[in-house]
């Protein structure tokens, strides 16, 4: 695809996808916004691609007062972990 294919206007954005979490209280089913970018298909139609490589926590849904530094730091910890122990199944799904 050439660079004149391309508008340079194209963005990405990062959106919610509740559906994704249906066993999560419906107050933090918007927690982890994922990230779609623009795609264009073989057959030439703009459209969007969802990827996994990517998502933020947007912690703006939650109560401040329920916020707690050191559970967010141990999940972090424990994320970092299983992304570490599991590479492949990690780069299987992106």
């Known amino acids: 695809m050439g660079k004149s294919q391309v508008p ?6 990062f959106i919610s996808q509740p559906g994704v979490f249906a066993d999560a209280p419906e ?9 779609h970018r623009p795609a264009i298909s073989p057959e030439g139609e703009l459209g969007a691609e969802f990827g996994t ?12 007062a329920l916020l707690r530094s050191s559970t967010i730091a ?6 970092k972990s299983l992304a570490l122990a599991h590479e492949g199944e990690v780069k299987a799904v992106s």
Not at 74 to 79: K, V
């Open 8 to 13: 340079a206007t194209m963005t990405g954005g």
């Open 27 to 35: 107050n933090l089913a918007q927690l982890i916004t994922l990230i």
């Open 53 to 64: 490589d990517e998502f933020v926590v947007d912690l703006s849904i939650v109560d401040p």
């Open 74 to 79: 141990e999940d972090c910890d424990w994320f």
